[in-house]
């Protein structure tokens, strides 16, 4: 073992444990920097603790070593993404052994001297340990240098790894969680706002996309229409059939119409057996032709219980007149002009389209 006494330029064994605890503490704790941060601070204290010249978080998966985290002097070619033959590593050994391995002088090492990473690289020292998530290999957390290491590697160093380790396996499975409960999250919102039946935004999801899109329009000074669409004796269908049959008409159609409107048309399930449509930037004249082509559509559909047609009742919402920033009540005033429309259409025969403010003439 070299005597390090006197030489303030050699890295301790016996640093304070408590002040390395401090800081790994203050690194630990700052999540509002990101664990990108946090990983370089974590790197940036082991090569201080330890003297040497290379730090890595490594990925490994099947044969491959991964560099995910790095520290290394600015001549080093190694950087975040580079990967290695994971069997030709100092990090496969650790893993072999499952322990904290620690190399003062590879060079001089009966076993390891012809080992494929000194021969490469001609890296002497390292210290490195296995990082688990739930018991499964993620990786090592390990550090190296081209030049031996002054004194041998004792219990302190150790004891430095693993807690360095321990914060972050733990920090690993925190954000592994936390990614699952984010998808788990997004897929509860997507359910809330589906019509579980039809697999398009339901009522609620409608509202929040009304607001949104008509919101956008009133910045831009744009236009929309807002149609109703109602299958026509639906009651009967269901009264005559059972209401299987009707699901499967409410299916059907709901896929119909979508098929039937542009890409950035916007479909929803208002109720029992009505849709709602908004269809952005639209003159009079092409949502006639939208919900026309929607009726002709549906009407030439064959469903299992034979034919069906629907109506159809529109309104158009110029948003650049719009006074009011209150857009519940906006939706809710357009909403009462197509119900207004597609009552009249029912009143005209059904199987049509008639558009609020032109069907008065048409009843």
Not at 74 to 86: N, P, R
């Amino acid at each position: 073992m070299n005597d390090t006494t006197n030489n303030p330029q050699q890295p301790a064994a016996n640093q304070d444990s408590d002040s390395l605890i401090r800081t790994i503490y203050t690194i630990t704790s700052a999540h509002e920097q990101g664990f990108e941060y946090q990983m370089q601070a974590l790197l940036k204290t082991g090569l201080q603790r330890f003297g040497l010249d290379i730090g890595i978080l490594s990925k490994i998966e099947n044969d491959t070593y991964t560099v995910e985290h790095c520290v290394v002097p600015e001549e080093m070619s190694i950087s975040v993404g580079d990967t290695f033959e994971y069997a030709k590593t100092y990090c496969h050994i650790t893993c072999e052994k499952n322990t904290t391995m620690a190399f003062e002088q590879v060079g001089m090492h009966d076993e390891y001297a012809q080992h494929p990473a000194y021969l490469a690289l001609g890296l002497e020292s390292y210290i490195g340990i296995p990082i688990r998530i739930n018991g499964a290999l993620y990786g090592t957390l390990n550090f190296s240098s081209a030049k031996p290491f002054p004194r041998n590697f004792e219990a302190a160093d150790l004891d430095a790894m693993l807690l360095m380790a321990s914060w972050i396996e733990a920090e690993l499975v925190r954000r592994e969680q936390e990614a699952q409960l984010k998808t788990l999250n997004e897929k509860l919102e997507n359910e809330v706002l589906l019509d579980s039946l039809t697999q398009i935004p339901n009522r609620r999801g409608m509202q929040a996309h009304l607001r949104r899109e008509l919101s956008r329009l009133m910045r831009t000074g744009g236009r929309a229409t807002l149609a109703l669409v109602d299958i026509d004796h639906f009651k009967a269908l269901n009264d005559t059939h059972g209401h299987l049959a009707g699901d499967k008409a409410l299916v059907a159609t709901a896929k119909t119409i979508s098929n039937s409107i542009r890409g950035y048309d916007y479909i929803a399930r208002y109720g029992g057996e009505e849709f709602l449509l908004l269809l952005p930037d639209t003159s009079l004249k092409l949502s006639g032709i939208v919900c026309n082509r929607i009726l002709q559509n549906i009407a030439a559909q064959d469903f299992p219980h034979g034919k069906l047609t629907a109506s159809v009742g529109s309104c158009q919402i110029e948003c650049s007149e719009m006074e009011s920033t209150d857009m519940d009540a906006t939706i809710k005033q357009a909403i009462g002009w197509a119900d207004e429309a597609l009552y009249a259409a029912k009143n005209a025969g059904r199987n049509c389209h008639l558009i609020y403010g032109q069907h008065e003439a048409a009843a």
